[in-house]
């Protein structure tokens, strides 16, 4: 069964690095979404993209934050220069190709740790 | 705005019991509901949405919209149900939507031989 892939699975970096955590979305899906977990709180949505653009972000997607799907396989997030608080679990999702309604598939997740 | 509340962090049963997850939310539209459940160390999955009305794993839910909520029901739990329960929401159910979720803090649930 096709699955959601992410790279790396735990990254400790200091902080002011740049990161870039790697997802390959199932092949036929169209939409792409990574979401954070910070220890101890819900999984909250950064952002969605399609079409080649970011379709929605939240407050949390600031100037810092960016994402590329260079190859047409790769969905990466990118964090310019972390702080200590993008330490979380950064979870990568995508969806079919209906507009609207349908189940959003999970990669695993990669932990970030900034020191 | 749309938000997603899940009352208890913690739920413990016995092996057998009835076990009921709550979870309510706040969207003016019309949503799409959800239930993904995390086993340990394994990826957020579906467990069941609204839209399909259908028992997984022995589950259901049912999307009350008089009192905005989805509570997740199961007669008799068992072990193998122990796992993290994340209630979810999608704002605009059919047309065009690009189908964020906004979570809820999640359960844990414990069931106890």
């Known amino acids: 069964e096709p699955e959601v892939t992410q790279t790396p699975s735990h990254q400790v970096t200091q902080m002011g690095q740049e990161v870039i955590l790697r997802c390959v979305p199932i092949s036929n899906h169209l939409y792409f979404y990574w979401y954070r977990q910070i220890l101890g709180q819900k999984v909250e949505f950064l952002v969605s993209f399609y079409n080649n653009e970011i379709s929605e972000k939240s407050e949390i997607f600031d100037d810092q934050f960016s994402v590329e799907r260079p190859d047409g396989s790769n969905f990466t997030l990118k964090i310019r220069s972390t702080k200590l608080e993008d330490s979380a679990m950064y979870f990568c999702?995508?969806?079919?190709?209906?507009?609207?309604?349908?189940?959003?598939?999970f990669g695993e997740g990669s932990r970030l740790t900034v020191l | 705005a749309q938000r997603v509340t899940q009352p208890e962090k913690l739920l413990s049963v016995f092996k057998g019991a009835p076990v009921e997850l709550k979870c309510n939310y706040s969207?003016?539209?019309?949503?799409?509901l959800f239930w993904y459940v995390q086993y340990s160390r394994q990826r957020l999955q579906l467990l069941l949405r609204h839209i399909s009305r259908e028992s997984i794993k022995g589950f259901t839910a049912d999307l009350n919209k008089g009192e905005t909520s989805f509570h997740l029901k199961k007669p008799f739990a068992q072990e193998e149900d122990s796992a993290m329960y994340y209630c979810?929401?999608?704002?605009?159910?059919?047309?065009?939507?690009?189908?964020?979720?906004?979570f809820g803090q999640g359960t844990i649930l414990t069931v106890h031989p």
């Open positions: 999702a995508s969806k079919g190709g209906l507009a609207g309604t349908g189940e959003l598939f």
């Open positions: 979810a929401l999608s704002g605009q159910a059919g047309g065009t939507s690009y189908g964020k979720l906004t």
């Open positions: 969207y003016s539209g019309s949503p799409e």
